[in-house]
């Protein structure tokens, strides 16, 4: 099993990017699926988080202008990034809580660089 993240780059404040996450592999099911971030010289963060039903959590730094889906049927993870701010700035990792032959498993993404110009 492998997750796959791509969508990065830079991008000037109040601008938009929309960031993927491909999950692959001998996949039975996948539960809960996350972004994270990690901005230089800090620890990494919880951006967001969606459910196997589609319930989600954002950090309060991105509410209202962050938003994380999801397509089953692919086993894609997406995260729509609005008005974006100097301080979003960081290598965004995304996760998931993954089902497959080999038993259950937290995987992680290798991360995609996300740089918001002032």
């Known amino acids: 099993v492998q997750l796959q993240a791509s969508g990065g780059g830079l991008v000037q404040a109040g601008g938009s990017l929309r960031l993927s996450c491909a999950a692959s592999?001998?996949?039975?099911?996948?539960?809960?699926m996350g972004w994270y971030r990690q901005a230089p010289g800090k620890q990494r963060d919880l951006v967001g988080s969606i459910t196997s039903g589609d319930s989600t959590n954002y950090a309060d730094s991105v509410k209202g202008r962050f938003t994380i889906s999801r397509d089953n049927a692919k086993n894609m993870l997406y995260l729509q990034m609005n008005s974006l701010k100097p301080e979003d700035t960081a290598v965004y990792y995304c996760?998931?809580?993954?089902?497959?032959?080999?038993?259950?498993?937290?995987?992680w993404g290798q991360g995609t660089l996300v740089t918001v110009s002032s």
């Open positions: 996760n998931a809580d993954i089902q497959s032959l080999v038993g259950r498993h937290l995987y």
């Open positions: 592999g001998r996949i039975h099911g996948i539960n809960d």
